[in-house]
């Protein structure tokens, strides 16, 4: 038997509690990702999702550990900051990107806050006619999560599921 890592149990309430929202209709997982990287010896978690109603907006939950994580942990390091990094990523269709892309970061902002960092990057297919421009908005939490916010995670998807709603009512109603 071994001592599961902080990662081990954040992976576990996460993805239990999105299955939960899976089978009470709220959303539809449609991919799950569960990697240990040798040459690097970190972890890594993922699910997507989109909502069940009308839902077209891709959103992606990423848990991460590196194997300094792993090491601060299992080694009890005075110095260092045990933990995960936590990564969401939405994916949906824009049409034109200035505008697209403020208004798209205005309501992670208006949910999330001013405390996380919201990426956006643009993709489009060469040679595809017509021109379909794809945004990833990935949103980056500033510090590392463990078990003390574990009873976060249902108000994290609560924010999670909003976002997804934003952000089909404004790109899928147009």
């Not at 970061?105 to 990426?119: L, P, T």
Request: charged share 25%; glycine share 6%; aromatic share 8%.
């Amino acid at each position: 038997m071994f001592d599961p890592t902080i990662y081990d149990n954040l992976k576990v309430v996460f993805e239990g509690a999105m299955y939960d929202m899976d089978l009470d209709g709220s959303v539809q997982i449609i991919q799950r990702t569960d990697r240990v990287e040798l040459s690097s010896m970190s972890r890594c978690f993922g699910m997507e999702a989109v909502r069940r109603q009308k839902g077209l907006v891709i959103g992606r939950i990423m848990l991460t550990a590196s194997l300094a994580d792993l090491a601060a942990e299992l080694l009890s390091q005075p110095d260092e900051q045990p933990g995960c990094g936590l990564e969401l990523t939405f994916i949906f269709p824009i049409r034109e990107v200035e505008p697209d892309c403020a208004f798209a970061a205005k309501q992670m902002i208006d949910i999330w806050g001013d405390k996380v960092s919201v990426a956006q990057s643009i993709h489009m297919e060469y040679g595809k006619q017509p021109l379909k421009l794809e945004n990833h908005l990935t949103i980056q939490f500033s510090r590392k999560l463990d078990e003390r916010q574990i009873d976060d995670i249902p108000s994290l998807l609560e924010h999670f599921l909003l976002s997804l709603e934003r952000l089909d009512q404004h790109f899928f109603t147009e």
